[in-house]
């Protein structure tokens, strides 16, 4: 049975290579490919094959017109192979990345009430100042260098020249039965408390009480709780080397573009 007559929908099968089809007996108008108004997709499984036939072979060249419009249509029969090849591709899935694990932040009535009558004492603030020898330094304790530190301080925010409210103090330690103790839970939370979206660390010895969870060389930043951090040469290492300042100034102007409006 050749295509005949001539229809727009045997165009489209002759169009995928297409030209003959081969049947033992009469196939039923209903169910003919070259029908333009063919049966629902469904009516195919109503038919069933007749008992006896041998099963369909690959290099056979005859097609089971009964099972043609289960395809999906001209298009569909173009490309077989390629929807084998999606069906038996398993989906891709992105490899997932472990998210660390952030220790918890200590509630604040839990906190020391050493750690409490700071908070108070502190203004908000979009950036955070802390070093080594913050805590000391806010509860008046006359250390080496504290008048040093001071004008330092003076000297920087001067230069920077940002709105007042800008910049608040909050230290990483503060003392604990006459020594200096870290507390980065409560550094953290308190900096969430401040409002601090950056934070400003001199000195390398002020890192490791901040708790982070790889080292953080000076003149590098990261992100930690959703605050931008930034590490700088210690106070006395900036008092001493003009060149440093300079450049830790700079740096720090440009950060705080942002920060500072």
């Known amino acids: 049975m050749a295509f005949a007559p001539v229809s727009p929908l045997s165009v489209l099968w002759r169009g995928h290579g297409l030209r003959c089809l ?30 006896g036939r041998p099963p369909m072979r690959g290099g056979d060249a005859r097609v ?21 090849s999606r069906e038996k591709t398993p989906p891709r899935t992105a490899p997932s990345a472990a998210a660390p694990s952030l220790p918890p932040l200590t509630p604040q009535e839990d906190w020391p009430a050493l750690w409490r009558e700071r908070l108070n004492a502190t203004r908000r603030g979009r950036v955070a100042w802390t070093y080594a020898r913050l805590g000391q330094d806010l509860l008046g304790e006359k250390t080496e260098g504290l008048d040093d530190r001071r004008a330092f301080i003076g000297r920087l925010l001067r230069d920077m020249n940002h709105p007042a409210g800008t910049h608040t103090f909050w230290p990483v330690c503060l003392p604990v039965e006459g020594a200096m103790t870290p507390a980065p839970e409560i550094f953290w939370s308190g900096i969430a408390l401040l409002g601090a979206r950056f934070v400003m660390v001199f000195g390398e010895d002020a890192v490791p009480p901040l708790g982070l969870p790889a080292p953080l060389p000076v003149f590098q930043q990261a992100m930690w709780r959703g605050v931008l951090i930034s590490t700088f040469p210690g106070v006395d290492t900036l008092l001493r080397d003009e060149a440093n ?10 950060k705080l573009r942002r920060f500072a409006r």
């Open 22 to 51: 081969l049947q033992e007996e009469d196939v039923p108008p209903e169910f003919s490919l070259i029908v333009q108004n063919g049966p629902p997709r469904t009516a195919p499984a109503q038919r069933s094959m007749p008992r």
């Open 64 to 84: 089971n017109a009964q099972q043609a419009p289960r395809t999906g249509g001209p298009a569909a029969a173009g490309r077989p192979a390629q929807a084998k």
């Open 245 to 254: 300042y300079t450049a830790m100034l700079s740096m720090v102007r440009e």
